[in-house]
């Protein structure tokens, strides 16, 4: 009794584990990211919606595919996998091409045989039709789960389809280059490398999206003694592409355009404050890129 009790927990265990999972994973990286700075929270919320129902439609469909196993003698556990890892689109597609029809009990041998069978074929007994009546005539079993699955896909839609309707307008993210808040990407750059130690910035990069903003928190101690000191090579520079770096505090923005530097930049500070301030590289189309960025 223990055993069968804990082997239906442990699909629940597991859900609420990948739930704490991906709860962690949007805590770390509101952390990591200044919060949701520059971006509306409706978006991140829209998307951990979406995930939330995207599993609770697997479970759901998962926990319906478990019942019906049960009826028709299958392996209800494996199903139940297959369902939930699969996508309840794909996994529901694949269980109901395999599965096996419903079954009874044979009174006489005990031997498990369809309910539409006239004789129980391992020992041959007359099976009487009024009794496996009933459980044709039972309907949809479990209908709840069925329903509380097709709600949540219903939400999970929604949700998706809110999220990439405000991500393509735009609605809710800083776009804003001199923007004194954490600006945003809906792009792509394919790095080779990115690091930040000892306050050098090192980016290379083979490609980005057109207008992507890469970004990286300096600290200014003495505005009247340091520069800003930047040795960037862009390998393939296409037509009308071009490398701008920025520098944001509060109000002040400053940019350069770094696109064929025939030698290192160096721009005295003393524009600025002491503090934060932020340095960003605007990479409209140029490739292959290397750059080395630092205060000194």
Not at 82 to 92: E, R
Not at 125 to 144: A, P, S, W
Not at 228 to 238: K, M, N
Request: hydrophobic share 45%; with cysteine.
């Amino acid at each position: 009794m223990n055993y069968t009790k804990k082997n239906r927990l442990l699909p629940f265990i597991g859900i609420a584990a990948i739930l704490l999972l991906i709860f962690i994973r949007f805590v770390l990286f509101y952390l990591k990211s200044d919060g949701f700075s520059g971006l509306s929270i409706r978006l991140p919320v829209l998307l951990f919606c979406f995930i939330l129902f995207a599993l609770c439609t697997s479970a759901f469909f998962a926990a319906w595919v478990y019942q019906d196993c049960k009826r028709r003698g299958d392996d209800p556990v494996l199903w139940a996998v297959v369902v939930f890892a699969a996508t309840p689109f794909l996994g529901l597609l694949i269980y109901f091409l395999h599965r096996s029809e419903t079954k009874t009990i044979c009174p006489a041998c005990g031997h498990r045989i369809s309910v539409k069978a006239n004789y129980c074929e391992e020992c041959g007994t007359h099976i009487e039709k009024e009794d496996n009546g009933m459980m044709l005539n039972q309907g949809t079993h479990h209908l709840k789960l069925m329903i509380a699955g097709m709600v949540s896909m219903v939400l999970m839609t929604g949700c998706l389809t809110g999220f990439i309707a405000n991500a393509a307008a735009r609605n809710g993210i800083n776009t804003d280059v001199t923007s004194n808040e954490q600006v945003w990407n809906l792009g792509a750059i394919s790095m080779n490398h990115n690091s930040y130690l000892d306050g050098v910035w090192k980016l290379d990069f083979r490609s980005a999206s057109k207008g992507f903003l890469k970004e990286q928190g300096m600290t200014i101690a003495d505005p009247d003694a340091q520069l800003l000191y930047a040795d960037v090579s862009c390998g393939t520079v296409p037509e009308s592409a071009s490398l701008i770096l920025w520098l944001v505090q509060k109000d002040n923005a400053i940019s350069f355009d770094v696109t064929n530097l025939s030698e290192p930049l160096e721009y005295p500070l003393n524009e600025f404050e002491a503090g934060k301030v932020r340095v960003r590289l605007e990479i409209n189309g140029v490739k292959n890129t290397v750059s080395e960025i630092c205060i000194q």
